[in-house]
Structures are given as structure tokens and as C-alpha cells.
């Protein structure tokens, strides 16, 4: 079992910047191969904003590209986003994601069917 707890979100204008943080708690967190940030925006399908796996190897959603940054902090057990240069269409509730498992090392994946389990989202809200 894993628990991921997000904080950092608000609201900011566009072109400011927010840091998302999740907190990865649980006697399965050892077994964490990757984790990720998503985001879902109001009628919108949820979408996924970039990842990080075990061999420190990251990936972005082009929509995020060259403004958000994906890191981790293994000693605090903690996943990071820092959001730059932040634009209205930004506006979601973003949610931390984690695929743990014991099975070997799977694709890299921006799906969050990839994904089993998920914090319970921070809301970002950027205004023009």
C-alpha cells in the first residue's frame, strides 16, 4: 500500500509560478518503478503531464514542455512539479501517481491506466 498526499497548488496569473509536492507514504513505497503528474481540467478528459521513473529518466506532455520540471527528493520521499510560465489553459486539479509494483521494469507511460495509485489532487488556477 501506498499514500500520496499533494499540496503547493493556488492560484496565480499568468506567467507565475507554483511548486506541486507529493508526499509518498506506505510500506510499498520501495516498490515505486515510476510516478507522475497528471491533470483534469473541468470537462476534460484527465491528462497526463509528465513522469519520472526509477533511473531518474523524465518525460513531458508537449502542452508542458520547457515550463514544467518533474523532480524527486528521495530522502523526503517526495515528488515535485515546478510549474513556470503558467497560462489559463493550466487551470486543472493536478493529481501525483505512482506505479508500484514487483514485476519488471515497464515502458515509460504518460497513461494513467499505467498508474495504480493517486493522491486525492491540489488545484491549480491561473488567471489571465
Known amino acids: 500500500q501506498v499514500q500520496l498526499v499533494e499540496s503547493g497548488g493556488g492560484s496565480v496569473q499568468a506567467g507565475g509560478s507554483l511548486r506541486l509536492s507529493c508526499v509518498v507514504s506506505?510500506?510499498?513505497r520501495d516498490w515505486t518503478q515510476r510516478m507522475g503528474w497528471f491533470r483534469q481540467a473541468p470537462g476534460k478528459r484527465?491528462?497526463?503531464?509528465?513522469?519520472?521513473?526509477?533511473?531518474?529518466?523524465?518525460a513531458y506532455a508537449d502542452t508542458v514542455k520547457g515550463r514544467f520540471t518533474i523532480s524527486q527528493e528521495s530522502s523526503k520521499n517526495t515528488l515535485y512539479l515546478q510549474m513556470d510560465l503558467l497560462k489559463p489553459d493550466d487551470t486543472a486539479k493536478y493529481y501525483c501517481?505512482?506505479?508500484?509494483?514487483?514485476?519488471?521494469?515497464?515502458?515509460?507511460?504518460?497513461?494513467?491506466?499505467?498508474?495504480?495509485?493517486w493522491g486525492q489532487g491540489t488545484q491549480v488556477t491561473v488567471s489571465s
Open positions: 484527465r491528462e497526463g503531464v509528465a513522469f519520472i521513473d526509477s533511473r531518474r529518466t523524465s
Open positions: 506506505g510500506p510499498s
Open positions: 501517481a505512482a506505479l508500484v509494483t514487483t514485476a519488471a521494469d515497464r515502458p515509460p507511460s504518460l497513461e494513467s491506466a499505467e498508474y495504480n495509485y
